[in-house]
């Protein structure tokens, strides 16, 4: 069944108040470190590292019919953005410098970043250009994720609960995951120059894993997204389509594309004018991915990362270098 905010099916003492950093770790099934990583590196060489055989098949995710997914109702969003601060303090991201009733972040267009996982950005309507249509954005967990295929290390995991989630643990920043996914959502964390990390939204993970409602649809005052099985999802939205088709467009953007999405959205104005890309083949990208990056020359993707991995050691030397010397200049004066 669906849930709609504040009726869970399942009981919700046990969820988790976030995505849950200790989940995401324990959905990857093994766990590299960066030193670890590195070793191999220099052992078996980055070339070998990116050739097509070692891309992250991900022929395996055939999908778990039980998964869970939200449906996004973009007529029934107000743009209160409730949604993005229920997320940001589920995911204890810093607050940002405009509270989260400051209506001109909606002047530009935002895409999901580092410090917000999730964000609603406001169009034009183009029945009625004294309205406004809103549209929350974030990753869509889609059902054979790009991401996952495209990352080298098995950073990326999709859940059979759904959510596709990420092990900052086992990054190393090469950023193939920002390149694969057709829907731009990873974020990189340039905060964290020293330590790589890629951020995107986990569908609160932690919280559905222990039979929680994602924190944006719980805070959905309009009830504008539900959580439940996907299955269920794509029914409710058939339902509301053919009841009202004076309301909505017969289209369940996440359906079919790119091989259907966990994440879906039912809207009253065709999704291109929406900023959705709707473009997308119907089948994965899994095949697409694998050429492309066996495609790009190494300058443009390794390189980088590498270059990247060497600056940071670097700097990570001088600094221990710069403190250590601090150290002993303040016990000779201690000694004088
Ligand atoms: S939307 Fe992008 S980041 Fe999210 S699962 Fe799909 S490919 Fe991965
Ligand atoms: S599911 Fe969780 S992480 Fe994703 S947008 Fe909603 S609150 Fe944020
Ligand atoms: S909380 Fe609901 S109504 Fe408000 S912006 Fe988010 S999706 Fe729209």
Avoid at 168 to 194: H, I, K, Q, W
Avoid at 262 to 268: A, E, Q
Wanted: glycine share 6%; net charge positive.
């Amino acid at each position: 069944m669906a849930r709609t905010p504040g009726k869970p099916v399942v009981d919700e003492k046990s969820a988790t108040a976030s995505g849950g950093e200790d989940d995401l770790k324990e959905a990857t099934p093994r766990k590299i470190t960066r030193r670890c990583f590195l070793g191999t590196m220099t052992a078996v060489g980055a070339s070998t590292l990116i050739s097509p055989s070692h891309l992250n098949a991900a022929e395996g995710f055939e999908g778990w019919p039980n998964r869970f997914g939200m449906l996004t109702d973009l007529t029934a969003c107000v743009g209160c953005r409730s949604c993005e601060k229920a997320c940001n303090e589920a995911n204890k991201l810093p607050r940002p410098s405009a509270p989260f009733d400051d209506a001109s972040v909606f002047n530009d267009k935002r895409r999901p970043d580092a410090k917000a996982y999730t964000v609603v950005n406001r169009y034009a309507d183009p029945k009625d250009k004294n309205k406004f249509v809103y549209r929350k954005m974030q990753c869509n967990h889609c059902n054979e994720p790009a991401c996952a295929t495209a990352c080298p290390i098995h950073a990326y995991n999709k859940t059979p609960e759904g959510p596709v989630v990420y092990n900052e643990n086992l990054c190393f920043g090469c950023r193939y995951c920002m390149t694969a996914c057709p829907f731009y959502v990873p974020a990189y964390d340039y905060d964290s120059a020293l330590e790589p990390k890629i951020v995107k939204c986990t569908m609160c993970y932690g919280r559905v894993k222990t039979g929680g409602i994602p924190a944006c649809a719980e805070a959905c005052p309009m009830g504008a997204i539900t959580f439940g099985k996907r299955n269920d999802l794509l029914k409710l939205a058939r339902e509301k389509i053919s009841k009202s088709p004076d309301r909505y467009i017969d289209h369940i953007y996440g359906e079919q594309e790119v091989g259907g999405t966990s994440w879906l959205y039912i809207s009253g104005v065709p999704f291109e004018h929406l900023g959705f890309p709707t473009n997308l083949p119907k089948r994965p990208l899994l095949e697409e991915t694998k050429g492309f990056l066996s495609a790009v020359p190494l300058v443009f993707t390794v390189w980088p990362a590498l270059f990247g991995m060497c600056y940071a050691a670097l700097r990570h030397r001088d600094e221990a270098a710069k403190e250590k010397a601090e150290t002993e200049k303040k016990e000779e004066v201690k000694h004088e």
